[in-house]
């Protein structure tokens, strides 16, 4: 199957300060096309999840450049580089190059210090 | 501005079956995916399947002998049907949009219908 891994679980972050978040997974998410399909999503407290990130580094629209991505193969990274109070929440990988299924990260709570 | 909206029975018995529709406004439900994907209490996302305004879809394997999907494009709706429910189908579950038949990602989401299964 197509596990995904991040860590870590939880962050505590002061504001201002950088976090960064790391997905694994357990095949190469590179796809036939050339492209690799690992997304990242923040869900914030009683929302859905919404669009950060997508095909590994690209923002998503209306997304602050503060958030970045980065990786390939089997290892990708989230940064954030100020951290602010809005950016609370669970941040998620999730893969969709070996669909189906598509497969998420076990999440990776963000609180602020 | 496109809006989901879930809907349906917010309680099912165990072995019964759990169905809910995702009803689309602000845009059409043609020449998208649209996926379910499920959240149970203090856990993470698990990808249900999804379906494409033609009918095709695809599921998780994990659920595919329990799941049926349809699409109403004269209702610009989608439905998820979950037969033999357990306690383990607890869960908020959200209907999404998806762009692309490779590479698929979600763009809206609704906000989320909890259904709890229990007797």
């Known amino acids: 199957d197509f596990v995904m891994t991040q860590t870590p679980l939880s962050l505590s972050v002061t504001p201002g300060q950088p976090a960064s978040i790391s997905c694994k997974s357990g095949q190469s998410l590179l796809h036939s096309d050339g492209k690799t399909y690992l997304y990242w999503y923040l869900q914030k407290p009683g929302q859905p999840p919404q669009l950060l990130i997508y095909e590994v580094s690209k923002r998503f629209s209306g997304v602050p450049d503060r958030f970045s991505g980065s990786g390939s193969g089997t290892d990708f990274t989230l940064k954030i580089s100020r951290v602010e109070a809005e950016d609370v929440g669970v941040y998620y990988c999730?893969?969709?190059?070996?669909?189906?299924?598509?497969?998420f990260g076990q999440g990776t709570r963000l609180e602020i210090k | 501005q496109v809006q989901l909206q879930e809907s349906g029975p917010g309680l099912v018995k165990p072995s019964g079956t759990l169905s809910l529709t995702c009803s689309v406004s602000g845009g059409s439900v043609d020449s998208y995916y649209w996926s379910w994907i499920r959240e149970p209490a203090g856990e993470g996302l698990e990808w249900i399947g999804r379906?494409?305004?033609?009918?095709?879809?695809n599921y998780n394997p994990s659920l595919e002998s329990r799941v049926t999907m349809s699409v109403d494009t004269s209702k610009n709706q989608v439905s998820l049907n979950l037969t033999s429910a357990t306690t383990a189908d607890t869960a908020v579950y959200y209907c999404a949009r998806g762009r692309k038949r490779s590479g698929d990602y979600f763009d809206y989401w609704g906000q989320g219908a909890l259904v709890t299964v229990s007797s």
């Open positions: 379906i494409y305004s033609s009918g095709s879809t």
């Open positions: 999730m893969q969709s190059t070996h669909l189906p299924p598509i497969t």
